[in-house]
């Protein structure tokens, strides 16, 4: 079992920047890929980025490539999201996930059994 914490939201104005980090507790946080989605009001939860633990790899949506950066620090159990050049269109509820067997990564949100609780992101025109 793993427990997952989301922070680092926040209302910003378009163009700024936010960082959200994820603190893992309950079991080895490093061994695992973290993942980050969104799911704005009314719309399907969506894949923004993940991490893989073993040679960090990373992997991004199209439509935050280039705009956001996600790292770990594996020390402090926690993985992060940077989020620069916000949009208003980036406006959604932020969570990250992890998946039940360590390297493991996709785009699709069921392969993610543990959640945190979300995180509101809110970028203003």
């Known amino acids: 079992q793993v427990q997952l914490v989301e922070s680092g939201g926040g209302l910003v104005l378009a163009g700024g920047s936010l960082r959200l980090s994820c603190a893992a507790s309950?079991?080895?946080?490093?061994?695992?890929?973290t993942g980050w989605f969104r799911q704005a009001s009314g719309k399907e939860r969506e894949f923004v980025a993940a991490?893989?633990?073993?040679?960090?790899?990373?992997y991004y949506a199209d439509t935050v490539k280039g705009r956001f950066t996600t790292s770990r620090d594996n020390a402090k159990n926690t993985a992060y999201l940077q989020m620069n050049s916000l949009k208003p269109e980036d406006t959604a509820v932020y969570f990250c996930?992890?998946?039940?067997?360590?390297?493991?990564?996709?785009?699709?949100?069921?392969?993610?059994?543990?959640w945190g609780q979300g995180t509101q992101v809110t970028v203003s025109s």
């Open positions: 996930a992890a998946p039940r067997m360590g390297d493991y990564y996709t785009t699709n949100s069921d392969g993610y059994p543990y």
């Open positions: 309950g079991r080895s946080f490093s061994r695992y890929t």
């Open positions: 991490i893989t633990w073993s040679d960090g790899s990373t």
